[in-house]
């Protein structure tokens, strides 16, 4: 992001079509990252209450013998 740069217009400002590209470019890795970090916050939840439901499970089970 800190590197891009657009090409100037005819009249002022910056080319649009060298903009939009930019920004669909922007948009398409902050999606990759977002949807990356979806999988590893579920991945990770499941990681911690697995242990958690089945140490409840194995209280319950002590408790009933």
Do not use: M
């Amino acid at each position: 992001i800190k590197n891009v740069s657009f090409r100037k217009a005819n009249i002022g400002g910056y080319r649009v079509e060298d903009v939009d590209d930019f920004i669909d470019r922007v948009e398409e890795t902050v999606n990759s990252i977002a949807q990356e970090n979806r999988a590893e916050n579920a991945a990770r939840e499941k990681r911690i209450v697995i242990p958690i439901i089945y140490d409840e499970c194995a209280r319950e089970e002590h408790r009933h013998l």
